[in-house]
């Protein structure tokens, strides 16, 4: 049988393409993944592990193994998943002027933003939208896989609020969705530690003025279904997700939050290299996962570093030596939006900002949505941060 091969398209990942297959020879090839799709179908090769254009092929050591028709989809899927360079999209608003002028229309500026990202993620999408006007204390969003039992989860679930003190201000279910509305005046931990331990409870997200909305599918189809576009806040985040490294399904999409604190999530894209590392010190610690995505771990590490009482530009200052791997990830607490890139600045990040609005994203035709004026566009550079607090 043939050799295998890797092909690199940029030498930042170079270390991690030696993690996950150490014993295969490396070959880098100066240039991008963007010409990869420019190919005609048939002159897509794929070795075992990786695709490339058939104009570098003379680079692989030996031939390829396989030979295969794919979509430009598939080869995207295929870089994303052996280099680390996932092509999910990412996205954040915030008025600056909301903690004087109130609210204004971030769902659906939002949707506006991810919608013209599908092309890098399709599987699912998902928004945190902060500084809603909450008739109660809190708003908690669940989520269970079998929509049959969402009649039970619910009434399960509002018995446990109960039982915790609280009192049930209102409640809505769509589908496999759950969202209560409460007045609760204890420990949030202790509520999300009681929920958790419902049968068939998965927590989205736990906020005193945020939700967690995120469904499989396009960020249309998610508004369609949720009615985002109608929701009024201060400030959010966004994600369209290819799936790479986790299951695809509602719970595996973004935002994440970071359980058990209220109003903090997190959007990411990028892979953590030493997210197992992480898990397993913070499940020593006591806390709980819910997914295996190492997204999650980015929420509960600046909770963590907020909660010892770190500014949030301090803690994602801090997140830059703590974590490994090639990320780019948006944070939104109640009060503020920030983002945060690695050393190698592998992932694209976006911002334009007015007097009035900082917008920031992936790509550069999702601030469009909200810009219509020419505005001048800044690209974050490698291990920088920012933050912005109403």
């Known amino acids: 049988m043939p050799e295998k091969a890797v092909i690199i398209f940029n030498p930042?990942?170079?270390?991690?393409a030696q993690r996950v297959e150490p014993e295969i020879p490396i070959q880098l090839v100066q240039g991008s993944?963007?010409?990869?799709?420019?190919?005609?179908?048939s002159e897509i090769i794929r070795s075992s592990l990786l695709v490339a254009p058939a104009s570098v092929t003379n680079a692989i050591p030996s031939k390829?193994?396989?030979?295969?028709?794919?979509?430009?989809f598939d080869i995207l899927r295929s870089f994303s998943r052996y280099t680390g360079f996932n092509m999910c999209g990412l996205s954040g608003i915030l008025y600056k002027r909301a903690g004087s002028e109130g609210s204004f229309h971030v769902g659906n500026d939002l949707v506006m933003m991810l919608e013209p990202m599908t092309h890098r993620g399709k599987d699912s999408s998902g928004v945190t939208i902060m500084g809603e006007q909450i008739d109660g204390d809190l708003v908690i969003r669940i989520w269970t896989?079998?929509?049959?039992?969402?009649?039970?989860?619910?009434?399960?679930?509002?018995?446990?609020?109960?039982?915790?003190?609280?009192?049930?201000?209102?409640?809505?279910t769509l589908d496999q969705f759950l969202r209560l509305v409460?007045?609760?005046q204890g420990e949030v931990a202790d509520l999300a530690d009681a929920l958790i331990k419902v049968p068939g409870v998965a927590i989205h997200s736990i906020g005193t003025t945020s939700e967690v909305i995120k469904d499989i599918g396009t960020p249309a189809m998610m508004d369609v279904k949720h009615g985002v576009g109608e929701i009024l806040g201060t400030h959010g985040i966004g994600h369209v997700r290819m799936a790479t490294e986790s299951r695809v399904d509602v719970n595996h999409a973004h935002p994440f939050w970071a359980y058990p604190f209220p109003d903090i999530t997190v959007v990411h894209n990028g892979q953590l290299t030493n997210y197992h590392k992480l898990k397993r010190m913070y499940e020593d610690q006591g806390h709980h996962f819910q997914t295996g995505n190492d997204s999650e771990i980015i929420a509960v590490y600046l909770a963590g570093k907020l909660a010892e009482g770190?500014?949030?530009k301090q803690a994602l200052r801090s997140s830059l030596d703590d974590l490994d791997g090639t990320f780019t990830y948006l944070v939104a607490t109640k009060d503020g939006l920030g983002y945060a890139k690695d050393q190698w600045s592998a992932k694209p990040l976006v911002t334009m900002e007015t007097d009035d609005v900082i917008a920031i994203a992936s790509e550069e035709i999702?601030?469009?949505?909200v810009f219509a004026e020419e505005i001048e566009r800044i690209e974050p550079q490698n291990s920088e941060v920012m933050t912005w607090l109403l």
């Open 310 to 312: 770190q500014g949030l």
């Open 366 to 369: 999702s601030l469009r949505g």
């Open 12 to 16: 930042c990942v170079i270390n991690l």
């Open 145 to 172: 896989e079998n929509v049959q039992d969402i009649s039970s989860v619910a009434a399960r679930s509002e018995e446990t609020v109960r039982h915790a003190g609280g009192v049930i201000r209102s409640t809505s």
């Open 182 to 184: 409460v007045n609760y």
């Open 64 to 72: 390829p193994i396989l030979v295969q028709i794919l979509t430009a």
């Open 33 to 41: 993944i963007n010409p990869i799709i420019r190919f005609r179908k």
